[in-house]
């Protein structure tokens, strides 16, 4: 089980799923409609480190952090 | 790196920064103070940070800072900062100005563009999300 958190405005509690990689990840959220107008503006991070390869291989207990656009300062 | 709780005391903090550095012979200290304007009939911004990425980005700016024999500190604010208050402040010392000059424009270029900072509008003490100003990160659109 994975633990999937979603940051700043996008205001959705986390999520747990079985996931074996980031597409999985992908494919799982892509179901949700209130995450629509999200996923193509959003990076990611594992567990606090950003990703950026679909394949990456996710582990029982991974943290996946949904980062929606920025705007420091 | 520095977090605060509302609007910085940048005056306090530029004196410290200037104090620690007093004796590290640093020819170039060049610090920048963003501040909250008044317009579109904002009371505030307001800002949520996601610390453990912040840190590490600016772990890796430290590394590219002293790689140029250089120093990059930062402060930022949580939650509201009013009108005519600073939530961010930066600086670089460097041996000379040249380093610094150019270290603190793609410091703080690259913060605009990859810190994990999310700024809202405070109107009418509603928290608006500044979702026309903010920037997808480097690797957006990974999970698309």
Redesign the interface.
Known sequence: MIKVEFLGPIGKVPLEMEAATLADVSAKLKEDSTLTQWLDKCAVALNDTMVNDLSTVLKDGDRVSILPPVCGG | MELYDGPLDTKEIFGRWLDEQAESNYGAYIPFV?TIRAEDDIEALS????E??LQ?WFDDWQEKAKALGAVVKMA?AKGDVPVHTS??VSAVFSPKRRVALELIDAF?ED??????????DVRNGERI???D????????????
């Open positions: 963003g800002f949520d940070i996601y453990p990425v590490k930022h939530s961010y703080v913060f605009k563009a990859n810190a994990p900072i999310w700024k809202y999300y500044a979702a100003r903010s920037t997808p990160m480097d690797g957006a659109g990974l999970l698309q």
